[in-house]
């Protein structure tokens, strides 16, 4: 299995306390005879987040447990992880941030022979 993130982006209109904030990370992943993907799990964490330079920037890992049938018709179960980045502008120059993550909404989002696209909402 191979995967590689795809593109990630971070929507926000201001970052303040108690206010969520979504980023949307896809990433592309080669699952050998993969005939229909059953039910796919997310968990993601933060690992590092600060503002720097009026941005705020959040590092995390996304986990994805992905039940699948293969073409021989068997139930089969991988699991794999991807880092993701997010920035948003903000009006705090610098300083640290409590950040904590959920995805909150996680679905294939192309399959293409043994190439299957996974897109994560993470708030």
Do not use: W
Not at 29 to 34: A, D, G, N, P
Not at 75 to 102: D, M, Q, R
């Amino acid at each position: 299995m191979i995967f590689n993130p795809v593109y990630e982006k971070i929507n926000a209109l201001s970052v303040k306390k108690g206010e969520t904030v979504q980023s949307v990370v896809e990433n592309a992943f080669t699952l050998k005879s993969v005939g229909e993907v059953v039910k796919i799990d997310a968990k993601s964490r933060v690992t590092n987040a600060e503002i720097v330079d009026g941005y705020a920037r959040a590092e995390g890992v996304v986990s994805y447990k992905v039940l699948y049938i293969d073409l021989q018709g068997a139930l089969t179960c991988e699991n794999f992880s991807a880092s993701f980045n997010a920035k948003s502008p903000c009006e705090v120059k610098n300083g640290k941030v409590n950040a904590h993550s959920v995805a909150v909404d996680t679905g294939v989002s192309a399959l293409s022979g043994e190439e299957v696209k996974i897109a994560s909402v993470i708030e």
